[in-house]
């Protein structure tokens, strides 16, 4: 992905960021965002946990949980674009709720976009300290 962004290398070509699409690769998303913030211009904000019972080789072994409640570091990936100047939104995406929500999207929406609040005042309050 960042040796297409670089080849091509114009400002109308950017990613969407998605958090959980990184770890269901088995992939870090913080190691991802380090290469990839300068060129995010969306995301999808996950967090994810595996669930008991179901194949690692399935695309939901890693299942959605409310931000916050999972094993992705949000913080850490929200810091990171912070430094790098994104000035998008942090979009909740919830796919494959984990079993241990009882089906309830709504609540784990809700759950999720008080955390990214959090998120989203301490990166902004650790930016305006260091720029101050």
């Given at each position: 992905m960042l040796h297409l962004l670089t080849s091509v290398n114009s400002p109308y070509l950017?990613?969407?960021f998605d958090t959980g699409n990184f770890v269901r690769l088995l992939d870090d998303?913080?190691?991802?965002m380090e290469k990839l913030a300068k060129y995010v211009y969306a995301t999808h904000i996950k967090d994810l946990k595996p669930q008991k019972g179901v194949a690692a080789d399935e695309w939901y072994?890693?299942?959605?949980?409310p931000v916050g409640d999972g094993i992705v570091d949000n913080m850490k990936l929200a810091r990171l674009l912070a430094q790098a100047g994104y000035q998008g939104f942090l979009a909740v995406e919830i796919d494959f709720l984990h079993p241990d929500y009882g089906g309830d999207?709504?609540?784990?929406?809700?759950?999720?976009?008080?955390?990214?609040?959090?998120i989203a005042a301490a990166v902004e309050l650790e930016s305006a300290?260091?720029?101050?």
């Open positions: 950017g990613i969407n998303p913080v190691k991802g072994f890693f299942s959605s949980t999207e709504d609540l784990a929406v809700a759950k999720s976009i008080r955390e990214l609040k959090k300290t260091t720029t101050a």
